[in-house]
């Protein structure tokens, strides 16, 4: 497919774009033997949406653990509760399957703190941000990255609610399961679409070039200028 993707999109260009919502199953996970059924199902697929959320907190310095796990697939969004229970082993299988691709943006810290709750060996993830500029993308959040690549707006209205209530409201759950699975999708287009990386910068004018290795050599094989020692000197004064 030909790429007619646009390097950037501002905020006046995406609040005229129609709100992006998952359509399918959410399920909600807070004990383990719910996992179990939710993982073998995630297992069953080649590539699924992958995101977590965070209780926010407003006092500097303090950070609270993972609350919420999202893993979706086309047709049904899990949303495994880790702040009601454990990272059990069916979902840790998930996390190291290298047979089901994790998609997801700025995986790197949800990996770390996943690591938190429990060690693991990350496997088979692939992160939106580090891939989106081989398609000439230079923004880098899931708002902008959709925008860009499906001309659609995700809503981020419940960013900042409380991850850790006791019951999530169907706000949350949409929210959730939308920011996971529309990784998914974007990285399908992405697959079917010809890529045409970002253009190198250009050299800032006016620049000072850098020595080259043959005026680095020159400068060592400069001769060093002997000066005369005093009559009985040792040289080790």
């Known amino acids: 497919m030909e790429n007619n ?3 950037n999109i501002d905020n006046d260009q995406l609040s005229l774009l129609p709100v992006c919502a998952f359509r399918g199953k959410i399920v909600v996970v807070d004990d383990p033997e719910a996992a179990e059924a939710a993982c073998a199902d995630l297992l069953s697929h080649a ?3 992958f995101d977590t ?6 006092r500097p310095g303090a950070l609270n653990k993972v ?3 999202q893993l979706s697939t086309p047709e049904t969004g899990y949303l495994f509760r880790l702040c009601k229970m454990p990272l059990v082993k069916p979902v840790i299988k998930v996390l190291e399957s290298e047979d089901t691709l994790k998609v997801g943006a700025d995986i790197k ?3 770390r703190a996943l690591q938190e709750l429990r060690r693991f ?3 088979g993830f692939a992160d939106l941000q580090g891939m989106v500029a081989e398609w000439g993308i230079a923004d880098k959040s899931v708002r902008k990255m959709a925008g860009i690549i499906m001309g659609v707006r995700v809503s981020k209205a419940q ?3 409380n991850w850790e209530a006791a019951t999530l409201t169907p706000a949350q759950q949409m929210y959730a399961v939308t920011d996971a ?3 998914e999708r974007m990285y399908g287009v992405l697959m079917r679409t010809d890529k045409r990386p970002l253009p190198m910068p250009e050299p800032v004018a006016g620049e000072p070039e850098k020595a080259g290795p043959s005026t680095e050599r020159k400068r060592r094989r400069r001769p060093r200028r002997k000066i005369a020692k005093p009559e009985g000197s040792t040289g080790k004064e």
């Open 5 to 7: 993707f646009a390097t």
């Open 47 to 49: 590539v699924i949406g």
């Open 53 to 58: 959320e965070t209780r926010p907190t407003f």
């Open 67 to 69: 609350a919420l796990l």
């Open 109 to 111: 810290n949800d990996i």
């Open 121 to 123: 060996k990350p496997k």
């Open 159 to 161: 960013r900042l609610s």
């Open 181 to 183: 699975w529309v990784c």
